[in-house]
């Protein structure tokens, strides 16, 4: 009951001081009331079948202070062990910011420059046309049409801010036969803008591929060799890959669903696809890595850490988290009102008052994972499961893990 009460009048602060716009100092989360929080949570959602199981993280001030799996890895109610192996989807997003932003360190690619100095393909693009009322057209065959040439050009680290106008790829990418990002690119440059680059945001994963692909030829490496050389050999993520390996597919999570009576049941799942039936040989930077909690940890902490891993291997260096944490400079203009804006592949709290304080950042994927850095209070957390139902930015699961994690906070550091 103290416990409660103590949170009780913890949100109660932080509620007051958001809505008047205060800046509170560090706090620290209380470890008994978090693993009450996050179980109730849990053993809600298992039995309601909103999920088979999750594993759950949460570190602060550099050690760990909750790791917990809840529920099963499948239909069939195998416990989790831990070392399941998860589709990150859209958690590959952070992943390509940060190869982007080594390979501009290194020297390889200047991220303000034009993706036509790369790729000349996207040197002359054009915008959808149109009707009278502002809405798309589309011919019978269900794609955009071209109207007028567009004004501004592309610059490569607005592919992964969600403000370059692209459509998302579909399978008609792929119908020469060859699945890998060279045909996903090519295919994306004969396509018409849906706005203007650079005046409006939306979600786009296929502009992702678009970095991967200039990393490609500059580097001279495949993106998943490339992944692995810069960033997971150094933080030794073993476990993390867009080819996973015949022992990496065997621990596999299942792909939760629920039928129309509520009932939980595994969703057919391909081995050799990572993301929806896309193949292993499409390294979609936006949506196909496969990935551990353990493994992914090492890399939300070394974000957390300014570029260096918990081993001590820098990965980037701190300016460049700064870069990728920071709303890009569209922002002011395309998000001014929002309580979040887009950096490099996160969304970053931008106003007091918001779930998360101001300053944090992360993002989620389509199946469920999320995860975010709080650098407020210094606390890295992650949330993974695989579940077709319950996916993506803004879900029941990730929400509630978000809550569950602020509620817990203690302001016991704050009234000393």
Not at 26 to 50: C, F, M, Y
Request: net charge neutral; charged share 25%.
């Amino acid at each position: 009951m103290l416990l409660r009460i103590m949170s009780f009048f913890t949100s109660a602060v932080l509620l007051i001081s958001g809505l008047l716009g205060l800046e509170l100092p560090a706090l620290r989360l209380n470890e008994r009331l978090l693993s009450d929080r996050v179980s109730s949570s849990q053993r809600a959602r298992l039995k309601s079948e909103k999920i088979f199981g999750s594993h759950i993280i949460v570190w602060q001030n550099h050690k760990e202070v909750l790791n917990a799996l809840y529920g099963f890895s499948d239909r069939m109610k195998t416990p989790l062990s831990g070392n399941e192996i998860y589709r990150i989807a859209s958690m590959t997003k952070p992943v390509t910011a940060v190869a982007m932003l080594a390979a501009y360190e290194d020297g390889l690619i200047d991220i303000y420059e034009e993706v036509s100095h790369y790729l000349p393909e996207f040197g002359e693009m054009y915008l959808a046309l149109r009707d009278k009322n502002g809405e798309l057209v589309k011919d019978e065959a269900g794609n955009f049409i071209k109207d007028k040439k567009a004004v501004n050009s592309i610059k490569v680290y607005q592919c992964v801010s969600h403000i370059t106008g692209l459509p998302e790829i579909s399978e008609k990418a792929f119908e020469n036969g060859e699945e890998n990002l060279e045909s996903a690119v090519s295919y994306l440059s004969e396509q018409p803008l849906l706005f203007e680059p650079g005046t409006e945001q939306l979600y786009c994963t296929s502009a992702y591929d678009i970095v991967a692909r200039i990393i490609e030829i500059k580097s001279g490496l495949n993106f998943n060799e490339y992944l692995k050389k810069r960033i997971f050999d150094r933080l030794g993520m073993e476990d993390t890959t867009f080819m996973p390996d015949s022992q990496q597919k065997a621990r596999f999570v299942r792909m939760h669903a629920v039928d129309e009576n509520k009932k939980s049941y595994e969703y057919p799942t391909d081995d050799g696809c990572n993301f929806a039936g896309f193949g292993n040989t499409y390294f979609g930077a936006g949506c196909s890595l496969v990935s551990s909690a353990a493994d992914y940890l090492k890399f939300a902490l070394m974000l957390q850490n300014g570029g260096e891993g918990e081993n001590g291997v820098r990965v980037v260096s701190e300016n460049s988290i700064k870069l990728l944490s920071t709303p890009v400079p569209e922002m002011k203009k395309i998000m001014p009102s929002s309580s979040w804006q887009w950096g490099l592949a996160v969304r970053v709290i931008v106003k007091t008052g918001d779930r998360l304080p101001k300053g944090s950042f992360g993002w989620s994927g389509a199946y469920g994972t999320h995860f975010w850095i709080d650098k407020q209070n210094n606390i890295t957390a992650l949330y993974f499961k695989n579940s077709v139902y319950d996916g993506g930015a803004g879900c029941l699961t990730a929400n509630e893990f978000e809550k569950d994690v602020m509620k817990s906070l203690s302001l016991r550091r704050l009234l000393k």
